[in-house]
């Protein structure tokens, strides 16, 4: 298998249909597990501030019961500081959060909030939290990103995903292209993800820059259908498809 493009498998929308019942199923600590087995190479979580899917217990329990990396999602945000420190998750990734919208909306606004992001991302690494800041696709971001001392990036591929098939989405798939691109010359690791499919993924994956994608809510939808095994290894073999 080619893990050369590594592959986060994000269980928040497990939890979301959990909470929609309020009870204990489906378990997002038992689709990492699957996601494991399937050959994830890490598990993405979001937790936050109104807790409408991953849970505190989510996390303590992902931190306990799963070898893959855990990737916490989260605002910059004191309460989310203090609990990545507690937890000391492989990796965080800053996004930007509203408390009204349906989803990570757009990028962190890195250039707006340089003072209030650099000390966090410092906090952070110096507890060896790999941090990644959720940006738009760029280079004025991966800037300023790389001069408040983040080792990464997560590149935003809602537009492209969310854009027209023809025109509108090469456009979107050539600002992901060149940001990928400017990440290597300055020295970022880059990652990319939101709203990926079978149907994008693969021009993001064939971009040699991008070592990490994150996926979540295309795969927990298919595992309705297939099963998230099935899921998972369908994405995988494009992924991989794509690289060679
Ligand atoms: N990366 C980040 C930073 C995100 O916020 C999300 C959505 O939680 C994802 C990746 C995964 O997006 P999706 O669930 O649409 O695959």
Avoid: W
Avoid at 218 to 244: K, N
């Amino acid at each position: 298998m080619n893990n050369a493009l590594r592959l986060g498998i994000n269980i928040d929308h497990v939890a979301t249909i959990r909470n929609a019942r309020g009870g204990d199923t489906p378990d997002p600590v038992r689709a990492a597990k699957i996601a494991a087995d399937a050959g994830a190479d890490g598990i993405t979580a979001h937790l936050r501030e109104d807790r409408r899917h991953i849970t505190d217990t989510d996390i303590l329990r992902l931190c306990d019961e799963i070898d893959l990396p855990l990737n916490l999602e989260m605002a910059a945000t004191d309460e989310m500081l203090a609990i990545a420190l507690r937890h000391k998750p492989h990796a965080a990734c800053i996004v930007p959060e509203k408390r009204e919208e349906r989803t990570t909306e757009g990028g962190l606004d890195v250039i707006g909030q340089l003072e209030t992001l650099k000390p966090f991302v410092g906090q952070l690494g110096d507890a060896g939290v790999r941090v990644s800041l959720f940006i738009e696709p760029e280079p004025i971001v991966l800037d300023a990103a790389m001069s408040i001392g983040a080792p990464v990036v997560e590149l935003h591929t809602g537009a492209y995903c969310d854009a027209k098939a023809g025109a509108e989405r090469d456009r979107e798939f050539a600002r992901i292209e060149r940001a990928a691109a400017h990440a290597a010359d300055i020295g970022l690791e880059c990652h990319a993800g939101h709203g990926l499919t079978f149907d994008t993924v693969q021009p993001v994956a064939s971009i040699s820059s991008i070592v990490e994608l994150n996926i979540g809510h295309f795969l927990v939808g298919e595992a309705i259908f297939v099963g998230f095994s099935a899921s998972i290894a369908e994405m995988r073999r494009l992924m991989v498809e794509a690289r060679t």
